[in-house]
């Protein structure tokens, strides 16, 4: 197969790495995240068979590559078309730090309207979880988090409990907060984005019977109170990177009103700024952009 890329290729442009096998674009990029999880930019040079075209807004999710530079090849099937209005900047920050979290509340942990999530560390990348739970319709949106600064942001962003469960019973706190006429209290939904285990061990504590966590950060060996999995007959599942169906369903959000980017858009620096950039990356600024 012939992986040469064709028509409108930039004098200059560097499309390095292609994969064999994939049907491939070049892209100019406009938006990137510094730690290289997410581009956005536009198509100026097409692979064989490619369906795209030049001139097309798109994001893409995970790599761009090993460097960031301006021009890079990407997958056609990593590929989400930018809708009209969303700027570049926002559609890289929803790949690289928003289509993770939905892909842990909807496409895995099957969130619906009317249930109760809450966030276990929710600074750093967990802090995008609460108003994708609120974008979501959830009843109640806590954050669980031994940080003040994080709990703060937590509570701007849309929670309506926020706790640090060190000096306090956070289960009761949380059921107490969650119990309704019809329902008993507790979480329907608990996301685990921290690596301590003693995370997961609070969040199976504060599930509603039958309620469910995802893990998406904790690594390693985690324990498991194996009796609420099955007397609450509750379930403890994984989740992994997103798709690009996760990312569209977070554009369609944004475009639709029902999700506000306008506090959560990170800080921006000049390409020419990229170690700069990458040394400003920290669990209270999870993300950073850079502009070609």
């Known amino acids: 197969m012939n992986h040469r890329l064709q028509g409108g290729r930039e004098p200059g442009s560097d499309f390095a790495g292609l994969a064999a096998g994939e049907v491939l674009v070049g892209i100019r990029a406009q938006a990137l995240a510094a730690d290289r999880r997410a581009a956005s ?9 490619s369906a795209w075209r030049a001139g097309d807004r798109v994001v893409l999710i995970g790599a761009a590559g090993d460097d960031i530079s301006d021009t890079f090849a990407g997958p056609q099937a990593g590929l989400t078309l930018l809708p009209p209005g969303i700027s570049f900047e926002v559609g890289a920050l929803a790949a690289a730090m928003l289509a993770a979290p939905y892909r842990a509340l909807l496409s895995r942990g099957g969130l619906v309207p009317t249930e109760s999530v809450g966030v276990f560390a ?14 979501l319709a959830a009843m109640h949106v ?3 988090d031994v ?13 309506d409990l926020v706790l640090d469960p060190r000096p306090i019973d956070a289960p009761r706190a949380i059921r107490v907060h969650t ?19 003693e995370w997961l061990d609070l969040a199976q504590a504060c599930l509603a019977p039958g309620g469910r966590v995802v893990l998406a950060g904790a690594g390693g060996s985690v324990p498991l109170a194996a009796g609420n999995l099955i007397t609450a007959e509750q379930s403890v599942m ?20 029902r999700l506000d980017v306008g506090g959560m858009v990170p800080p921006r620096f000049a ?3 990229i170690t700069v950039a990458r040394a400003a990356v920290s669990a209270d600024t999870p993300c950073v952009l850079v502009r070609p």
């Open 142 to 144: 806590i954050g669980v």
């Open 122 to 135: 929710c600074g750093g990348s967990g802090l995008y979880a609460v108003p994708l739970a609120v974008a």
């Open 41 to 49: 930019g536009t198509i100026v040079a097409l692979g064989p068979g």
């Open 179 to 197: 119990a309704g006429r019809s329902r008993p209290g507790g979480l329907d939904l608990a996301l685990v984005t921290g690596e301590a285990a």
């Open 271 to 273: 390409l020419a700024d």
């Open 147 to 159: 940080h003040s600064a994080a709990l703060d942001r937590a509570r701007r962003l849309g929670a």
């Open 238 to 257: 994984g989740v992994g990177e997103p798709h690009a169906v996760d990312l569209e369903a977070v554009l369609a959000l944004i475009v639709a009103g």
